[in-house]
């Protein structure tokens, strides 16, 4: 079965429609932590009402232990678990969100008119025969006029009846899901279901398509079905939210069957051994720790500072949206997770690089003091000169680290020394797929050493390495000239 491809505003409907703009994920860091790609994987054979119980689950603040405790008990009962996968298999085949129809405005109530629909048809037939049978030409007028009204109304309402299809098919799909479920109402929505199908005729080539145009009979299905729907939208509502829940469920459980991961504990500090990213199959695992306040990461270039960042913010994430962490073992606190790694310039919003990272440090801090977070930040403020930099950093990481927790990776290594009261150095250095997460900082820089191995010609290196030398004496003991 070919899932239908949602686009993201359709899969994050419902947590807009349950919640707003209220969540502990703010879209930087679900765009920094490469969250779209994750959650694609997370919810591959999974509905669009399975894939937005996950995103609903990832931007939310709740206590997870009871879906945590029913995703173990799928994964322990293999045939449990395939006898509900064959029953919402067909949940898939909804090519339409229907979240907005149900939690979001009420739907327009049936115009007065509508009985008159039952009667237009037979009016026109009625008409077509008297003046056949006639031949009175007024006649021939009248049944002109009501056949111009019958595809009158066939145009008015072509395209919502067309929508309404989709969203109804979607409808009834959830409801026979419903059930077929071991749910207390399955009988309920089992027959919610026979009420909103249209007759057997819809069903029969050729003739649905005169009943629709003569008989108007889409279109007072239409009014009908929205009628129904409108009665019963407290059971719809509490049918797409059991439904949603036991599909995420699902997806969850088979994920996890092929995923290592671990069952995180609650805890104040953060311990993640032999932690590693789901979306990189050849992903070397390390053992990640910090303390109260949080940690700087040093290492070379091209080393994975980046990677590692997304790796912790992850098992972050999931450990406070789903109970468990991609580690063998795992310690976490039930804290939200802000990044700021991917700032960009906006050139339609005349925003330059320097003054995005400017915003994000804003939004952070503003973060900072409504309450405690994790705070995952990669080269902050790269956008202006060195000691701007550092200094600009320096401020904001030391306030950010007063108010939560700070992991942050820069190439700036005495932001280490500036920091060393509330930051604690690590180092990541990499062998192969090994990677390796140590107390100190980076001693070895590599950034002049690589110009060689991308190409540069020797006297570039051979400068490059004498401005170096130049400079961190200059640093120290500041001269006039710099001999370039």
């Given at each position: 079965?070919?899932?239908?491809?949602?686009?993201?505003?359709?899969?994050?409907?419902?947590?807009?429609?349950?919640?707003?703009?209220?969540?502990?994920?703010?879209?930087?860091?679900?765009?920094?932590?490469?969250?779209?790609?994750?959650?694609?994987?997370?919810?591959?054979?999974?509905?669009?009402?399975?894939?937005?119980?996950?995103?609903?689950?990832?931007?939310?603040?709740?206590?997870?232990?009871?879906?945590?405790?029913?995703?173990?008990?799928?994964?322990?009962?293999?045939?449990?678990?395939?006898?509900?996968?064959?029953?919402?298999?067909?949940?898939?085949?909804?090519d339409r969100e229907i979240s907005e129809t149900l939690f979001g405005a009420p739907l327009p109530s049936s115009p007065r008119w509508l009985p008159l629909l039952a009667w237009l048809p037979v009016a026109?037939?009625?008409?077509?025969?008297?003046?056949?049978?006639?031949?009175?030409?007024?006649?021939?007028?009248?049944?002109?006029?009501?056949?111009?009204?019958?595809?009158?109304?066939?145009?008015?309402?072509?395209?919502?009846?067309?929508?309404?299809?989709?969203?109804?098919?979607?409808?009834?799909?959830?409801?026979?899901?419903?059930?077929?479920?071991?749910?207390?109402?399955?009988?309920?929505?089992?027959?919610?279901?026979?009420?909103?199908?249209?007759?057997?005729?819809?069903?029969?080539?050729?003739?649905?398509?005169?009943?629709?145009?003569?008989?108007?009979?889409?279109?007072?299905?239409?009014?009908?079905?929205?009628?129904?729907?409108?009665?019963?939208?407290?059971?719809?509502?509490?049918?797409?939210?059991?439904?949603?829940?036991?599909?995420?469920?699902?997806?969850?459980?088979?994920?996890?069957?092929?995923?290592?991961?671990?069952?995180?504990?609650?805890?104040?500090?953060?311990?993640?051994?032999?932690?590693?990213?789901?979306?990189?199959?050849?992903?070397?695992?390390?053992?990640?720790?910090?303390?109260?306040?949080?940690?700087?990461?040093?290492?070379?270039?091209?080393?994975?500072?980046?990677?590692?960042?997304?790796?912790?913010?992850?098992?972050?994430?999931?450990?406070?949206?789903?109970?468990?962490?991609?580690?063998?073992?795992?310690?976490?606190?039930?804290?939200?997770?802000?990044?700021?790694?991917?700032?960009?310039?906006?050139?339609?919003?005349?925003?330059?690089?320097?003054?995005?990272?400017?915003?994000?440090?804003?939004?952070?801090?503003?973060?900072?003091?409504?309450?405690?977070?994790?705070?995952?930040?990669?080269?902050?403020?790269?956008?202006?000169?060195?000691?701007?930099?550092?200094?600009?950093?320096?401020?904001?990481?030391?306030?950010?680290?007063?108010?939560?927790?700070?992991?942050?990776?820069?190439?700036?290594?005495?932001?280490?020394?500036?920091?060393?009261?509330?930051?604690?150095?690590?180092?990541?250095?990499?062998?192969?797929?090994?990677?390796?997460?140590?107390?100190?900082?980076?001693?070895?820089?590599?950034?002049?050493?690589?110009?060689?191995?991308?190409?540069?010609?020797?006297?570039?290196?051979?400068?490059?390495?004498?401005?170096?030398?130049?400079?961190?004496?200059?640093?120290?003991?500041?001269?006039?000239?710099?001999?370039?």
């Amino acid at each position: 079965m070919n899932d239908y491809p949602f686009v993201p505003s359709d899969v994050a409907m419902y947590r807009r429609m349950r919640s707003g703009a209220d969540g502990v994920m703010d879209q930087q860091t679900w765009d920094d932590l490469l969250l779209p790609a994750y959650s694609a994987h997370l919810a591959r054979e999974t509905s669009i009402f399975g894939q937005q119980e996950l995103h609903r689950r990832l931007h939310a603040e709740e206590d997870v232990s009871a879906s945590a405790a029913r995703v173990r008990g799928l994964m322990a009962d293999d045939a449990g678990r395939a006898r509900l996968q064959t029953a919402t298999a067909d949940l898939r085949r909804a090519d339409r969100e229907i979240s907005e129809t149900l939690f979001g405005a009420p739907l327009p109530s049936s115009p007065r008119w509508l009985p008159l629909l039952a009667w237009l048809p037979v009016a026109f037939l009625l008409s077509a025969v008297a003046a056949l049978a006639l031949g009175w030409l007024p006649m021939w007028g009248v049944t002109l006029v009501l056949w111009l009204t019958l595809c009158a109304v066939q145009v008015r309402y072509h395209d919502a009846v067309q929508a309404w299809r989709r969203i109804l098919d979607a409808t009834q799909l959830m409801l026979r899901a419903h059930s077929l479920l071991p749910f207390d109402d399955a009988v309920e929505a089992g027959k919610l279901n026979r009420r909103l199908s249209r007759s057997l005729t819809a069903d029969m080539p050729g003739v649905s398509d005169y009943s629709d145009w003569l008989f108007l009979q889409n279109v007072r299905h239409y009014f009908r079905s929205r009628a129904v729907v409108n009665q019963n939208i407290a059971f719809l509502r509490a049918s797409f939210e059991r439904v949603a829940v036991l599909d995420a469920d699902l997806a969850l459980a088979r994920h996890l069957s092929q995923t290592v991961h671990c069952w995180a504990e609650r805890g104040d500090a953060v311990e993640l051994a032999q932690v590693v990213h789901p979306l990189l199959s050849d992903a070397g695992a390390l053992d990640f720790g910090m303390a109260r306040q949080g940690v700087f990461i040093s290492g070379q270039n091209g080393v994975g500072k980046s990677t590692l960042l997304r790796t912790v913010g992850l098992s972050l994430i999931t450990a406070r949206a789903f109970g468990f962490c991609y580690a063998a073992h795992a310690v976490t606190p039930l804290l939200p997770v802000y990044s700021s790694m991917q700032n960009e310039d906006a050139l339609g919003e005349g925003e330059s690089f320097y003054m995005a990272e400017l915003r994000r440090g804003r939004e952070l801090l503003a973060l900072a003091a409504q309450r405690p977070a994790i705070f995952i930040i990669d080269e902050i403020f790269r956008g202006t000169n060195y000691l701007e930099s550092v200094s600009a950093a320096g401020a904001v990481l030391h306030a950010l680290a007063q108010q939560g927790r700070v992991v942050v990776a820069s190439h700036h290594l005495v932001l280490a020394s500036l920091l060393s009261d509330c930051l604690q150095p690590w180092c990541v250095r990499r062998d192969g797929n090994d990677w390796q997460l140590t107390q100190g900082l980076l001693q070895d820089t590599n950034g002049i050493a690589l110009l060689n191995q991308q190409g540069y010609a020797p006297a570039i290196t051979t400068k490059a390495n004498r401005i170096h030398t130049w400079l961190s004496d200059y640093m120290a003991h500041p001269a006039d000239q710099i001999p370039i």
